[in-house]
């Protein structure tokens, strides 16, 4: 087993073959922070219509 292997996502250092710890946190929070915008992307359109609507007279509530 290589101790070193390019990935889609970067290169990850093997020890026996088993990620090492700093590999694994670094892809992991690569992870996170792109499912973090994933779920907040619809946010934005949505808050520019409603802002959209208040700036043409549209009261809120109604």
Do not use: C, H
């Not at 292997?5 to 093997?14: A, F």
């Not at 073959?17 to 992991?28: A, F, S, Y």
């Not at 929070?29 to 619809?42: E, K, P, Q, S």
């Amino acid at each position: 087993m290589p101790s070193i292997v390019d990935t889609p996502v970067g290169t990850l250092e093997l020890y026996e073959g088993v990620p090492t710890g700093v590999t694994v946190q670094d892809n992991l929070d690569r992870m996170r922070g792109m499912v973090v915008f994933l779920d907040n992307f619809g946010a934005v359109p949505m808050y520019d219509l409603r802002k959209w609507l208040a700036d043409a007279g549209a009261e809120r509530g109604t």
